[in-house]
Nanobody, 118 residues
């Protein structure tokens, strides 16, 4: 079992930056592809970004491409999402996820709220 805990969310003005972290416990993340998702109030959860086990391959939703950067530090058992040029439409609860297969996730965190004010 893998337990995932997100942190780093908060309130930021439009144009600002935040870095989210996803810390894992229970097992090493080295064997897992990981991703970030988000869910805005009243909307379905949507994909944000994914990263391969090694960190070499990444993939982004068009809505965040060029503004968000996903990364991981397997030695620290942690994944990150650096977000810049934030927009009010980025407001959502952000979730991290891990899975043994690319883009197929078995474990989810509880989420961290990101609010971008205009």
């Amino acid at each position: 079992q893998v337990q995932l805990t997100e942190s780093g969310g908060g309130l930021v003005q439009a144009g600002g930056s935040l870095r989210l972290s996803c810390a894992a416990s229970g097992r090493s993340l080295r064997s897992y592809g990981m991703g970030w998702f988000r869910q805005a109030r009243g909307k379905e959860r949507e994909f944000v970004a994914a990263i391969s086990q090694s960190g070499i391959s990444t993939y982004y939703a068009d809505s965040v491409k060029g503004r968000f950067t996903i990364s991981r530090d397997n030695a620290k058992n942690t994944m990150y999402l650096q977000m810049i040029s934030l927009k009010p439409e980025d407001t959502a609860v952000y979730y991290c996820a891990a899975g043994e297969k690319w883009m197929n996730y078995d474990y989810w965190g509880q989420g961290t709220q990101v609010t971008v004010s205009s």
